[in-house]
C-alpha cells in the first residue's frame, strides 16, 4: 500500500503562484510514475502532468509555460509549482502514483486550488 498526502493548496489571485507537494510512504519500491490530475467541479479528473523514474517529465497543454514538475525524491514525493495562475485553475488536485508489484493507481485525498480576485 502507498500513502499520498498532498499539501499547499489555497487561494490565489490570478497572476499569482502555488507550490503543490505531494509525500508519498508506505510499500514505495514499485512506484514509477508520479503525478497530478485535476478536476473541476462537475467534470471528470483529469491529468496534467507526470514524472517517470527515469526524470522524464511531461505537462499538459493547458499549463504549458506556466506549471512545472520536479521530484527532488522519486517515490517519495512530487511538487506541482504553478505560476501565472489563471480563473480557469480553480479545481482540486490530486497527486497520483502508478506501481506495479501490484498494478495500481494511488490517489492522494486531493487538495483545493481556486483563482480568484
Known amino acids: 500500500q502507498v500513502q499520498l498526502v498532498e499539501s499547499g493548496g489555497g487561494l490565489a489571485q490570478p497572476g499569482g503562484s502555488l507550490r503543490l507537494s505531494c509525500d508519498a510512504s508506505g510499500s514505495l519500491d514499485g512506484i514509477y510514475v508520479m503525478g497530478w490530475w485535476r478536476q473541476y467541479s462537475g467534470r471528470a479528473r483529469e491529468k496534467i502532468a507526470h514524472v517517470t523514474s527515469d526524470g522524464s517529465t511531461s505537462l499538459d497543454d493547458s499549463i504549458k509555460g506556466r506549471f512545472s514538475i520536479s521530484s527532488d525524491s522519486f517515490k517519495k514525493s512530487v511538487s506541482l509549482q504553478m505560476d501565472n495562475l489563471r480563473l480557469e485553475d480553480t479545481a482540486v488536485y490530486y497527486c497520483?502514483?502508478?506501481?506495479?508489484?501490484?498494478?495500481?493507481?494511488?490517489w492522494g485525498q486531493g487538495t483545493q486550488v481556486t483563482v480568484s480576485s
Open positions: 497520483y502514483a502508478n506501481a506495479n508489484r501490484p498494478t495500481r493507481t494511488y
